[in-house]
Antibody, heavy 115, light 107 residues
Framework: EVQLVESGGDLVQPGGSLRLSCAASGFTFSTFWMTWVRQAPGKGLEWVAN????????YYVDSVRGRFTISRDNAKNSLFLQMNSLRAEDTAVYYC????????WGQGTLVTVSS | DIQMTQSPSSLSASVGDRVTITCRAS??????LGWYQQKPGKAPKRLIY???SLQSGVPSRFSGSGSGTAFTLTISSLQPEDFATYYCLQHNNYPLTFGGGTKVEIK
């Protein structure tokens, strides 16, 4: 069974940084693209970034490019999202999901950016 | 960017009703489309992939159709557990984009 467990969400001040992690199990992590999707409170879904199986290709939504960095550690079956220069509009639940076509979802971790 | 226009944004229906939700892409996306169901406080769950393929474990009352720019999710006979918000997603081109969502409520 595919399991994705996010962690690292917290309350942070504007301009601050946070690193999200996602622990994957139940599938061969190194053979899948991985993706982060977010959802602001009461709003719809927004794709944030994804990364190829070996990390050789990475894509970001314009609103986070230059501030967020997606990475992975295939030896530890883990996905990461380093978030810098955080803004109020980054407040959301962040989901770790499998694949470019977005199949399986974790339960999410809440990031709140507020002073 | 490819815009996904989803309609309606909300609907009221009764148990047993046939429900249809539509997504239109601003340009052709072949069949690179998925449908997701989200219940309050929960993560989304994929129902349909490749526009018309049923995800394993999803009831057969859910079906998807379309290709190119016009897509449909149909629930043939609405059940109490189907009251939720539904989203489409295109993964043909970056940035990946979701529709705005359709909230299905009890009439």
């Amino acid at each position: 069974e595919v399991q994705l467990v996010e962690s690292g969400g917290d309350l942070v001040q504007p301009g601050g940084s946070l690193r999200l992690s996602c622990a994957a199990s139940g599938f061969t992590f190194s053979t899948f693209w991985m993706t982060w999707v977010r959802q602001a409170p009461g709003k719809g879904l927004e794709w944030v970034a994804n990364i190829k199986k070996d990390g050789s290709e990475i894509y970001y939504v314009d609103s986070v490019r230059g501030r967020f960095t997606i990475s992975r550690d295939n030896a530890k079956n883990s996905l990461f999202l380093q978030m810098n220069s955080l803004r109020a509009e980054d407040t959301a639940v962040y989901y770790c999901v499998t694949g470019q076509s977005i199949a399986y979802w974790g339960q999410g971790t809440l990031v709140t950016v507020s002073s | 960017d490819i815009q996904m226009t989803q309609s309606p944004s909300s609907l009221s229906a009764s148990v047993g009703d046939r429900v249809t939700i539509t997504c239109r892409a601003s340009q052709g996306i072949r069949s690179d489309l998925g449908w997701y169901q989200q219940k309050p406080g929960k993560a989304p769950k994929r129902l349909i992939y490749a526009a018309s393929s049923l995800q394993s474990g999803v009831p057969s009352r859910f079906s998807g159709s379309g290709s190119g720019t016009a897509f449909t999710l149909t629930i043939s006979s609405l059940q109490p557990e189907d009251f939720a918000t539904y989203y489409c997603l295109q993964h043909n081109n970056y940035p990946l984009t979701f529709g705005g969502g359709t909230k299905v409520e009890i009439k």
